[in-house]
């Protein structure tokens, strides 16, 4: 059966849309744990951007089918996923 999914979706083709998302994994999101460090601080983040320099969307042959203008800047602190582009 997972064959048979791997080649429907192999075959598949054509035009459609290619949505963009990131987060910020716990550390950024939920902070740093006092546990993390030796002194015991603690870390929380009011603000985490990360610039995406490129991003696109490439077929099995290398060939780029797609991608969003760039560079764009996201702040991932707050709980993702974050939409980035279409």
Do not use: N
Not at 2 to 12: P, R
């Amino acid at each position: 059966m997972k064959w048979a999914m791997a080649l429907l979706l192999v075959g598949c083709g054509g035009e459609g849309s290619w949505e963009v998302e990131t987060y910020g994994e716990p550390y950024i999101e939920q902070g740093i744990p006092a546990s993390a460090f030796e002194d015991g601080c603690s870390a929380r983040f009011s603000q985490f951007s990360v610039v995406i320099t490129k991003s696109a969307l490439v077929d099995g042959d290398g060939v780029e089918l797609g991608g969003l203008e760039a560079p764009l800047t996201v702040d991932v602190h707050a709980p993702g996923p974050h939409p980035v582009g279409l």
